[in-house]
């Protein structure tokens, strides 16, 4: 599974809810949100995010129906809305402006890095177009070096001089 760009960069203040147990599994062993949400092939921590979003009764329902669709050889199975009740209490609330925020930078917000990324892409587009003019950029004059013989067509090989202190 590729992690996304827009990740929350595995932010510790979802541990509680990633680490908390979802059920027994068959076989005896905990599943962790975490595994569970792995097993449904989604980033955690993304998903994480977006469930401190939302309002309480809509991420206990999103998380109901990601548990309910667990295979059976996973969990044993109980009440799925009860689950994600008892799981959602978990989460760090967000606001519409927290959830804005990169990380815990002050003043870095998604706008302003999505603008800073844009720029600096539109930037490096113009740079390669007017390179590409021969605009921009040192140009590389054609080197001839004038010392250099054409190659020998005829098979001799050449004779190189002797120096007199040689023997």
Known sequence: MARSLT?????????DFL???VGEEKN??????????????????????????????????RLAGLIATLPDEFLVHKDPSE??????????????????????APGITLRSAIQTQTFLLLALILMLFLQNLGLAGPQ????HDTNVSAPIASGAVP?????????
């Open 159 to 167: 004779q190189l001089p002797i120096s007199k202190g040689s023997k």
């Open 28 to 61: 005896g062993m905990l599943l962790s949100v975490v595994s569970a949400l792995a097993r449904l092939d989604m980033d955690a921590w993304q998903e994480s995010a977006t469930l401190a979003r939302l309002p309480r009764a809509m991420a206990t329902e």
């Open 83 to 104: 689950i994600a009740s008892r799981l959602i209490a978990r989460l760090p609330r967000q606001t519409h402006s927290d959830a804005l925020t990169m990380g815990n």
């Open 19 to 21: 680490f908390a147990p």
């Open 140 to 143: 590389q004059p054609a080197v």
């Open 7 to 15: 990740s929350p960069f595995l932010d510790p203040q979802f541990n």
